[in-house]
């Protein structure tokens, strides 16, 4: 409060000033620029864009300014500071100062014109907050000597329901993933020809109706999520093979083609590993060459080159994380036609292991999705005909042997996991 101290025992007469009442915080910035202000708080959030903050002109001793990455995105999009014709560390305003690093803060203060703005400490919140994983997953979609639009769904032990009524468009040649956490995604695949139609699957495993196409029609891409919460679909064949990319962000809104990297292709798979990042591999080239060339993905979304291929090449091979940050690739077809059960690990820094040999009966275009928070399922396929065969992968990545199927056999279908809840 203020006031006036009238005579007394204990001093003389005077004014009593309001007491501060520390920073005063203020709204998230979004905008890429910023001027702030001495004895105040910013929630810098740079998901859309990198932010240059501009430093106040003139400042006293002890002044203090405190930004926070609100996002943690800085990593991605950085900040610079602009000290506005005062020092920083020391230096002029003709430095660069950037801070680059995801979930930092700054606390600068002003001490004098020699040393000028200060970080009295820089801090990272290293205790990031970890998703829980998807317990739940389903089969979807697919061909059974025609297209279908029949589901399964894989309850958290890995048993596999018999067939739910289907939603959306009947497909084959699509891919899918989760995204949002705890939800999923299908789309493209052919019909009667390519098709970029997408349906979401809600946290309860019920797939929604079709929604328009975004980005080049196409079939035999594959998806992985990444970031944490979104997913990337890529590669495929519209007519010819290509390498395009299509983000999905956390609300299940996939975006307009993203240039490709890496070798165009078709029939590949995708997974994700690493906690937050995701790997395409394997396929055939325009050349109709086989390859196990694999791509990483960045957890920003960001498709890598071309990295050698590790393990036989192949073609309609599945894939699928496990043990809550590795992934593994299993079947698909070999050069001459041969369909085989191998199986690939990929590590938590996305290294590709040599061929595991093949457990369960060899076959091309199962689906996989992980499921039970750390283990891993694949299912269907066609091994000279359709199956609805499945094998569960436990939390090491050992693929078990053979589960009678259950539900419509078929091929060329795609699976994803969903549900927090087991």
């Given at each position: 409060?203020?006031?006036?101290?009238?005579?007394n025992?204990?001093?003389?007469?005077?004014?009593?000033?309001?007491?501060?009442?520390?920073?005063?915080?203020?709204?998230?910035?979004?905008?890429?620029?910023?001027?702030?202000?001495?004895?105040?708080?910013?929630?810098i959030?740079?998901?859309?864009?990198?932010?240059?903050?501009?430093l106040?002109?003139?400042?006293?001793?002890?002044?203090?300014?405190?930004l926070?990455?609100?996002?943690?995105?800085?990593?991605?999009?950085?900040?610079?500071?602009?000290?506005?014709?005062?020092?920083?560390q020391?230096?002029?305003d003709?430095?660069?100062?950037?801070y680059?690093t995801?979930?930092?803060?700054?606390?600068?203060?002003?001490?004098?014109?020699?040393?000028g703005?200060?970080?009295?400490s820089?801090?990272?919140?290293?205790?990031e907050?970890?998703?829980?994983?998807?317990?739940?997953?389903?089969?979807?979609f697919?061909?059974?000597?025609?297209?279908?639009?029949t589901?399964n769904?894989?309850?958290?032990?890995?048993v596999?329901?018999?067939?739910?009524?289907?939603?959306g468009?009947?497909r084959?040649?699509?891919?899918a993933?989760?995204?949002?956490?705890?939800k999923?995604?299908?789309?493209?695949?052919?019909?009667?020809g390519y098709?970029?139609?997408?349906?979401?699957v809600?946290?309860?495993?019920?797939?929604?109706?079709d929604?328009?196409?975004?980005?080049?029609?196409?079939s035999?891409?594959?998806?992985s999520a990444?970031?944490?919460?979104?997913?990337?679909?890529?590669?495929?064949s519209?007519?010819?093979y290509?390498?395009l990319t299509?983000?999905?962000?956390?609300s299940?809104?996939?975006?307009?083609?993203?240039?490709?990297?890496?070798?165009?292709?078709?029939?590949i798979t995708?997974?994700?590993?690493?906690g937050?990042?995701?790997?395409?591999g394997?396929g055939?080239?325009?050349?109709?060459s086989l390859t196990?060339?694999?791509n990483l993905?960045?957890?920003?979304?960001?498709?890598?080159?071309?990295?050698?291929?590790?393990?036989?090449?192949?073609?309609?091979?599945?894939?699928?994380?496990y043990?809550?940050?590795?992934?593994?690739?299993?079947?698909?077809?070999?050069?001459?036609?041969?369909?085989?059960?191998m199986?690939?690990?990929?590590?938590?820094?996305?290294?590709?292991?040599?061929?595991?040999?093949?457990?369960g009966?060899?076959?091309?275009h199962?689906?996989?999705?992980?499921?039970g928070?750390?283990?891993?399922?694949?299912?269907?396929?066609?091994?000279?005909?359709?199956?609805?065969?499945t094998?569960?992968?436990?939390?090491?990545g050992?693929i078990?042997?053979n589960?009678?199927?259950?539900?419509?056999a078929?091929?060329?279908?795609?699976?994803?996991?969903?549900?927090?809840s087991a």
């Amino acid at each position: 409060m203020s006031g006036l101290v009238k005579n007394n025992i204990f001093g003389s007469s005077g004014s009593v000033l309001e007491a501060a009442g520390g920073l005063s915080w203020q709204p998230v910035v979004t905008a890429s620029t910023v001027t702030v202000e001495a004895a105040k708080g910013y929630f810098i959030n740079t998901t859309s864009n990198a932010c240059t903050i501009t430093l106040p002109s003139s400042a006293e001793a002890g002044d203090q300014i405190i930004l926070i990455d609100y996002a943690r995105n800085w990593g991605t999009n950085a900040i610079t500071i602009d000290s506005n014709g005062l020092n920083f560390q020391g230096e002029p305003d003709t430095y660069t100062v950037d801070y680059d690093t995801a979930g930092q803060s700054l606390n600068l203060v002003y001490s004098d014109a020699t040393t000028g703005w200060t970080p009295s400490s820089d801090i990272v919140n290293a205790l990031e907050p970890v998703a829980p994983a998807t317990q739940r997953g389903l089969f979807a979609f697919g061909n059974s000597s025609s297209n279908v639009n029949t589901r399964n769904l894989i309850n958290s032990s890995g048993v596999v329901a018999t067939d739910a009524s289907g939603a959306g468009t009947a497909r084959s040649g699509l891919a899918a993933s989760s995204y949002g956490g705890d939800k999923a995604i299908f789309a493209y695949g052919y019909v009667s020809g390519y098709v970029s139609m997408s349906n979401l699957v809600n946290n309860s495993g019920v797939v929604a109706s079709d929604v328009s196409g975004v980005g080049s029609g196409r079939s035999g891409l594959g998806s992985s999520a990444y970031g944490g919460d979104k997913a990337i679909f890529g590669f495929g064949s519209t007519g010819s093979y290509v390498s395009l990319t299509n983000l999905v962000n956390n609300s299940g809104v996939i975006s307009a083609d993203v240039t490709g990297v890496g070798t165009a292709r078709f029939g590949i798979t995708a997974t994700e590993y690493g906690g937050d990042k995701g790997i395409f591999g394997f396929g055939f080239t325009a050349s109709e060459s086989l390859t196990g060339v694999t791509n990483l993905i960045s957890n920003s979304g960001v498709v890598a080159s071309d990295v050698s291929a590790v393990g036989t090449a192949r073609r309609y091979a599945a894939a699928a994380s496990y043990g809550s940050d590795k992934g593994i690739f299993a079947y698909g077809n070999t050069s001459g036609g041969g369909n085989v059960s191998m199986s690939n690990k990929v590590s938590n820094s996305g290294v590709v292991a040599s061929d595991v040999s093949g457990v369960g009966t060899a076959r091309e275009h199962p689906a996989a999705t992980n499921y039970g928070g750390d283990k891993a399922i694949f299912g269907f396929g066609n091994s000279g005909s359709d199956t609805a065969i499945t094998n569960l992968v436990n939390n090491s990545g050992v693929i078990a042997s053979n589960v009678s199927g259950v539900g419509t056999a078929r091929d060329q279908l795609a699976a994803a996991g969903y549900s927090y809840s087991a």
